[in-house]
């Protein structure tokens, strides 16, 4: 695919600004006025998540954090803030943990493979796999046992979401924001509901909460 030059993507900007401008004169100074998103989207860094363009929401809307196999990791300050933030000050209304099938980080943590750095980040996934490993390697393809082990890992990141203080804390006070898991499939461009009952791990987080 050709990648488009620096002076090609800011010509697409002042294109683009130009043309919200021309459409809505409040636009730009609505949303420079502040922000309120109702969402956390906790995602993978994969490039081809274009996810304002696959799910056609608006600037403001969407409260993001990235990184690869979309992982919540508790010792990671970056994410903890972003989660503090978003549940006590912007008070978002969901949480969204997705992951999509075709993930390098799954792949990596599935063949054990070793890649470098990344072999650490991944671990916690490796270990997922592991103890997930008869279901999975009981699935026939290569591919779907890929699949199968981007689900689980969405799974286990949703219930590391409720082993954090943040999350613990939220709950006892009843302003916790209700949790989604999603599977982005990049080869139909469709995004699918993982409909993970969050309801097993919420006493198990209030009675850590009240330790
Ligand atoms: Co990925």
């Known amino acids: 695919m050709r990648h ?3 002076e090609e993507i800011l010509r697409n900007n002042r294109a683009w600004a130009a043309q919200k401008q021309a459409q809505d004169g409040h636009y730009f100074q609505e949303l420079a006025s502040g ?15 274009a996810l304002t363009r ?9 409260f993001v954090h990235r990184n690869i196999a979309n992982q919540v ?10 989660l503090d933030y978003a549940i006590t000050h912007l008070e978002v209304k969901y949480i969204i943990v997705s992951g999509h099938y075709g993930c390098g980080g799954i792949k990596a ?14 671990n916690p996934i490796r270990e997922t796999y592991l103890q997930n490993q008869d279901e999975i390697d009981a699935l026939p393809t290569q591919e779907q046992r890929w699949n199968r082990l981007a689900e689980l890992n969405v799974v286990m990141q949703i219930k590391n979401l409720y082993q954090t203080s943040i999350m613990r804390q939220a709950l006892q ?3 916790a924001p209700e949790v989604h898991g999603w599977i982005v499939d990049i080869s139909t461009g469709l995004i699918k509901d993982l409909h993970i009952l969050t309801q097993q791990w919420h ?9």
Do not use: H
């Open 4 to 6: 488009q030059s620096i």
């Open 35 to 49: 922000q309120k998103p109702p969402y956390l989207y906790i995602g993978c860094s994969d490039s081809r998540l």
């Open 54 to 62: 696959f799910t056609g929401t608006e600037p403001g809307e969407l």
């Open 73 to 82: 990791c508790l010792t990671d300050i970056n994410f903890l803030s972003i």
């Open 109 to 122: 943590a599935l063949e054990g493979r070793t890649t470098g750095l990344i072999d650490n980040w991944v």
């Open 173 to 175: 006070e009843g302003r």
């Open 203 to 211: 006493l198990r987080s209030l009675a850590l909460a009240a330790i």
